[in-house]
């Protein structure tokens, strides 16, 4: 079975990269962060907004994708802050998986692609 390469028009375009390749039933989605659908950064210094459209951006790559916000089975968070930003991202993750919690690991880096972004998350998902 070949890879089914995911570029949902519902998020913003990637134009380096592929937001999601499927293979198996198996979805890897790459680093979702917030930006809007006509690419614009959505939350600025607001890590709940941020936290919010990043969470959108991973359900439509994931929709496009053929599954749910519960087929996911793996997050790997990345934050340029734990004790500032960690307590409105895990609020955000913890009402969209409240009952079915994807293995998580939560990452403090130095800085992301944009110095304006506050966190980058990326997922393994599996469909159907």
């Known amino acids: ?47 709940n907004a941020q936290a919010e459209q990043v969470f959108k951006n991973l359900r439509e790559v994931t929709e496009a ?20 930003y960690r307590p409105g991202i895990t609020q955000v993750r913890d009402r969209l998986f409240n009952e079915e919690p994807p293995a998580t690991t939560f990452v403090v880096v130095t800085s992301l692609s944009d110095p304006y ?7 393994i998902a599996m469909v159907d």
């Open 117 to 123: 972004l506050l966190l980058e998350v990326e997922a």
């Open 65 to 84: 994708a053929g599954g749910t916000l519960r087929d996911i089975v793996k997050l790997t968070i990345y934050s340029t802050n734990v004790a500032f």
């Open 1 to 47: 079975m070949r890879k089914e390469m995911i570029q949902p028009k519902t998020v913003y375009k990637a134009t380096t990269y592929t937001h999601a390749i499927k293979k198996n039933g198996i979805v890897f989605i790459s680093g979702q962060v917030s930006k809007d659908v006509e690419g614009k950064l959505v939350g600025y210094g607001d890590i």
